[in-house]
T-cell receptor
Framework: DAGVIQSPRHEVTEMGQEVTLRCKPI?????LFWYRQTMMRGLELLIY????????DSGMPEDRFSAKMPNASFSTLKIQPSEPRDSAVYFC???????????????FGPGTRLTVT | GIQVEQSPPDLILQEGANSTLRCNFS?????LQWFHQNPWGQLINLFY???GTKQNGRLSATTVATERYSLLYISSSQTTDSGVYFC????????????FGAGTQVVVTP
């Protein structure tokens, strides 16, 4: 199994630019989660999907952030416009369990390190 | 939201030593995972353990859900055990909303 795939692994961009982070979940998994990790705030859940439908986006920090999951094998997290305080490592995770079922593990991708100058 | 506290925040071990990491949580949970974040930043699943005891090689974990804590044991530590250990919980009535603890930074010296 290839595991969760994220791209790019590193992104450096200037303030004001649009940034798109990509995630391919593990085949057969139907839940997908986006997290952000910073020194100050640790690991935070931003948004999660089940069967391609956003379930909870209450962790998305601002309207500048948006996420989509057009199909079961692809999701994007977009920041427009980007700001220096968005600099962080963004992780995608997937899980093989359906909505409301109990007893599952999340599997994390390698993360995308974003630097906004 | 649910509070997750990990202790100690930092731990320095000599190779071969044993240690115990603790995770306390403030509410009933139906999901608890332990992760190891290696020095390259990768988050690696160690245990899915909402209750009971599991062992995997030199690592073992115990969760006492009724008392709202989990323990991760590292025996005969090796330098490759260095990194940050995170506990993550999902509250019983909040499917999908994982809350991570702040982590325990472990350094194993040769």
């Amino acid at each position: 199994d290839a595991g969760v795939i994220q791209s790019p692994r590193h992104e450096v961009t200037e303030m004001g630019q649009e940034v798109t982070l990509r995630c391919k979940p593990i085949s057969g998994h139907n839940s997908l989660f986006w997290y952000r990790q910073t020194m100050m705030r640790g690991l935070e859940l931003l948004i999660y999907f089940n069967n391609n439908v956003p379930i909870d986006d209450s962790g998305m920090p601002e309207d500048r952030f948006s996420a989509k999951m057009p199909n079961a094998s692809f999701s994007t997290l977009k920041i427009q416009p980007s700001e220096p305080r968005d600099s962080a490592v963004y992780f995608c995770a997937s899980s093989p369990i359906a909505w409301s079922k109990k007893g599952y593990e999340q599997y994390f991708g390698p993360g995308t390190r974003l630097t906004v100058t | 939201g649910i509070q997750v506290e990990q202790s100690p925040p930092d731990l320095i071990l000599q190779e071969g030593a044993n240690s115990t990491l603790r995770c306390n949580f403030s509410d009933s949970v139906n999901n608890l995972q332990w992760f190891h974040q290696n020095p390259w930043g990768q988050l690696i699943n160690l245990f899915y353990i909402p209750s009971g005891t599991k062992q995997n090689g030199r690592l073992s974990a115990t969760t006492v859900a009724t008392e709202r804590y989990s323990l991760l044991y590292i025996s005969s530590s090796q330098t490759t055990d260095s990194g940050v250990y995170f506990c993550a919980v999902e509250r019983d009535d909040s499917w999908g909303k994982f809350q991570f603890g702040a982590g325990t930074q472990v350094v194993v010296t040769p």
